[in-house]
């Protein structure tokens, strides 16, 4: 019955937060485009999918993807598990944390793999590109990049430095590589890094994070729990942004010489 109960709050709470977009759409289309919602039934049927799907879906994160996250963060990080003293005032040693670095890395490639957003844009590259980006290599660069920024962003956490330095480094090497990458990839290895942080990958970041500050000795959740989707959004770009410039160099590499300067003179 509580269940039912607490259902029925979250599918209320949801409809609330999607009657605003709804409520837009149809003054566009009725009143400034002043034509009728093409095919209302199935727009209709979508919209309930969609608010008992997210509803069912944020019930799954309150129940299920965030305290999955969040335990196993605490369980590899426990001073026990890791064979040191447990004081409230001990330093913690980068080097213990092995095992943590290696989770979140794998848990940055995995969720990142099963990413609806990512899956959408991978594909729509692959067919605008008439297949010259391949589906499943854009999503394994991308997810590369994830696996490395997360396990970075456990590296920040353990050992307590700033989170601005690690995101100002990586932004000035973003800048560098737009500048010398190929300019027709510019735009996707953008949008890669926003695709990511998605209905996967956020929760179990997210609940990563905070696992992990509450357990690390010095460390405080609301100060250094939170940072790790800066680093799944920053590193997908600088991974698709070299993937791009080291295809273009090696194709470059193939070119004879010769036929070089004519293309060059064309």
Do not use: C
């Amino acid at each position: 019955m509580d269940y039912i109960i607490e259902f029925i709050h979250i599918l209320f709470r949801t409809l609330l937060d999607v009657l605003p977009i709804v409520l837009l759409i149809l003054f566009f289309q009725l009143v400034v485009v002043r034509q009728p919602v093409p095919r209302l039934r199935s727009v209709l049927i979508g919209i309930v999918h969609v608010i008992v799907g997210l509803s069912l879906f944020l019930i799954g994160l309150e129940k299920s993807l965030f305290p999955l996250g969040e335990s196993m963060a605490q369980q590899l990080s426990d001073p026990a598990f890791l064979g040191i003293l447990a004081s409230e005032h001990a330093s913690a040693d980068w080097t213990h944390y092995g095992w943590v670095y290696l989770f979140a890395a794998f848990i940055g490639f995995s969720t990142t793999l099963a990413e609806p957003s990512l899956m959408a844009v991978a594909q729509k590259a692959s067919e605008v590109s008439a297949g010259t980006i391949n589906n499943w290599g854009l999503r394994i660069v991308v997810a590369l990049g994830v696996a490395f920024g997360i396990a970075l962003g456990t590296f920040r956490i353990v050992t307590g430095t700033p989170l601005y330095l690690y995101i100002l480094a990586g932004y000035i090497i973003v800048i560098v590589q737009t500048i010398f990458s190929p300019k027709q990839i510019i735009g996707l290895a953008y949008d890669s890094g926003g695709v990511t942080t998605s209905t996967v990958t956020v929760p179990i970041v997210a609940a990563l994070g905070l696992g992990l500050a509450g357990t690390v000795p010095g460390r405080d959740p609301a100060l250094d729990g939170f940072g790790l989707i800066a680093f799944a959004s920053l590193f997908p770009i600088i991974s698709v942004l070299a993937y791009a410039q080291f295809t273009h160099w090696r194709t470059t590499r193939r070119i004879p010489r010769g036929k070089e300067k004519i293309q060059g003179g064309l």
